[in-house]
């Protein structure tokens, strides 16, 4: 199984702290060094025992480690590897939990010192919850993490990279940073998308004057929970992955609109193929 010395978790949230959490449990980790901006997050981190230590200085947390993770915004991802680029000891393996690859591998890669690795990492998995507080270790399990190796990836990283997820539960599937996008602007940002957008629809419908909001059920609020997650995030995943996404919005706007066509049309038959086709496909995945 993978042995890690000393691994520092840049960001711990979520994501971060539930890797931590998992790799502390599992014995993969000897030692969790957490760096972030909120103390108080920080503090609470070492309380539940995710950490052992935390710094708010990137550039001194970093001294020896041998693996950082770095679980930020996707934005901020290439100015926090080139901030601590200079100080990664020789061996050390900077990884990312980052939705969107293609920009961060292109700009990260070319950072690192001789004898240090970038390998693109990202976990599919989250709640709408965010902080320390929200962390769990089981979060990967059953779940998939894509790797996203290019052809300048050490070998050596790349297996240990792998061989982490696994150890925290996740399938570990191979792709190029560019399909990476693609995939993943399918599958997890478009629903974001269409979340937000449909919560901010309602919210903004007046015909009948009153909050429609409050009115909302299960159905509802189960189909709108990702339109709770992290603004600061869901803002750096679309500014960096816009070409994806927005080939993905016109894409489902063909299909909004052969819906809407058929509603028009009164179009019995074809709603209800319409529906028995997305529930079919929708049942295949369950």
Same mark, same amino acid.
């Given at each position: 199984?993978?042995?890690?010395?000393?691994?520092?978790?840049?960001?711990?949230? *979520?994501? &971060?702290?539930?890797?931590?959490?998992?790799?502390?449990?599992?014995?993969?980790?000897? +030692?969790?060094?957490?760096?972030?901006?909120? +103390?108080?997050?920080?503090?609470?981190?070492?309380?539940?025992? =995710?950490?052992?230590?935390?710094?708010?200085?990137?550039?001194?947390?970093?001294?020896?480690?041998?693996?950082?993770?770095?679980?930020?915004?996707?934005?901020?991802?290439?100015?926090?590897?080139?901030?601590?680029?200079?100080?990664?000891?020789?061996?050390?393996?900077?990884?990312?939990? &980052?939705?969107?690859? +293609?920009?961060?591998?292109?700009?990260?890669?070319? *950072?690192?010192?001789?004898?240090?690795?970038?390998?693109?990492?990202?976990?599919?998995?989250?709640?709408?919850?965010?902080?320390?507080?929200?962390?769990? @270790?089981?979060?990967?399990?059953?779940?998939?993490?894509?790797?996203?190796?290019?052809?300048?990836?050490?070998?050596?990283?790349?297996?240990? =990279?792998?061989?982490?997820?696994?150890?925290? &539960?996740?399938?570990?599937?191979?792709?190029?940073?560019? #399909?990476?996008?693609?995939?993943?602007?399918?599958?997890?940002?478009?629903?974001?998308?269409?979340?937000?957008?449909?919560?901010?629809?309602?919210?903004?419908?007046?015909?009948?004057?009153?909050? $429609?909001? @409050?009115?909302?059920?299960?159905?509802?609020?189960?189909?709108?929970?990702?339109?709770?997650?992290?603004?600061?995030?869901?803002?750096?995943?679309?500014?960096?992955?816009?070409?994806?996404? *927005?080939?993905?919005?016109?894409?489902?706007?063909?299909?909004?609109?052969? *819906?809407?066509?058929?509603?028009?049309?009164?179009?019995?038959?074809? $709603?209800?193929?319409?529906?028995?086709?997305?529930? #079919?496909?929708?049942?295949?995945?369950?």
């Amino acid at each position: 199984m993978v042995q890690f010395k000393k691994m520092v978790v840049i960001g711990v949230g *979520l994501i &971060g702290g539930s890797l931590a959490r998992v790799l502390r449990e599992k014995g993969s980790v000897n +030692e969790v060094v957490g760096v972030g901006r909120g +103390e108080a997050n920080l503090k609470r981190g070492v309380e539940l025992g =995710v950490l052992d230590s935390y710094s708010t200085d990137a550039r001194e947390a970093v001294a020896g480690a041998d693996l950082v993770f770095v679980a930020t915004p996707v934005c901020t991802i290439p100015k926090v590897v080139a901030e601590i680029a200079p100080y990664l000891a020789p061996g050390c393996i900077v990884t990312d939990g &980052g939705s969107v690859k +293609e920009s961060v591998v292109t700009a990260c890669e070319p *950072l690192m010192p001789a004898g240090t690795y970038f390998v693109g990492g990202h976990p599919i998995a989250g709640t709408e919850h965010s902080g320390v507080e929200a962390s769990f @270790s089981t979060l990967y399990v059953g779940r998939r993490c894509i790797v996203t190796p290019t052809a300048n990836t050490n070998q050596v990283a790349l297996e240990k =990279v792998v061989e982490l997820w696994k150890v925290a &539960g996740s399938t570990v599937p191979l792709m190029d940073p560019v #399909q990476h996008d693609r995939v993943v602007a399918a599958i997890s940002h478009l629903p974001h998308m269409v979340a937000y957008s449909l919560v901010n629809a309602v919210d903004g419908y007046d015909r009948f004057g009153g909050d $429609l909001l @409050s009115f909302s059920a299960g159905g509802f609020r189960d189909f709108t929970r990702i339109a709770s997650s992290d603004p600061v995030m869901w803002r750096d995943i679309a500014l960096t992955n816009r070409e994806a996404i *927005l080939e993905m919005m016109d894409f489902f706007s063909v299909y909004l609109e052969k *819906l809407r066509a058929l509603v028009d049309e009164g179009d019995a038959d074809g $709603l209800q193929a319409f529906f028995l086709n997305s529930k #079919q496909k929708r049942d295949a995945i369950l």
